[in-house]
């Protein structure tokens, strides 16, 4: 069994900085490329960056010079710091890994979504 665990969505006000945190454990073997995705009310889940396992990001063109990504291969961790906080960054964010269990099964897996609360 695998779990994505995600901590440090709150409410901040515009021009603010919140760091998201989203650990995996379980029956993990590796894990590949790890992101972080958003969805807004009424809107679509959407990509907001993601780094692979050797280092290599990418990242929304709404967020990039923003938000930084990323992560702790010996703590199975990925991080999303988020600079310059604007009222239209408000969603859920949820975190998502590529990962392959102690079976060898390769399948993404989704953490709970943290609430990211910009204020004008």
């Known amino acids: 069994q695998v779990q994505l665990v995600e901590s440090g969505g709150g409410l901040v006000q515009a021009g603010g900085s919140l760091r998201l945190s989203c650990a995996a454990s379980?029956?993990?073997?590796?894990?590949?490329?790890m992101g972080w995705y958003r969805q807004a009310p009424g809107k679509q889940r959407e990509l907001v960056a993601v780094i692979t396992s050797g280092g290599s990001t990418n990242y929304a063109d709404s967020v990039k010079g923003r938000f930084t990504i990323s992560r702790d291969n010996a703590k199975n961790t990925v991080y999303l710091q988020m600079n310059s906080l604007k009222p239209e960054d408000t969603a859920v964010y949820y975190c998502?890994?590529?990962?392959?269990?102690?079976?060898?099964?390769?399948?993404?897996?989704w953490g709970q979504g943290t609430q990211v609360t910009v204020s004008s």
């Open positions: 379980g029956s993990i073997f590796s894990i590949n490329a």
């Open positions: 998502n890994a590529e990962i392959y269990d102690n079976y060898l099964r390769k399948r993404d897996y």
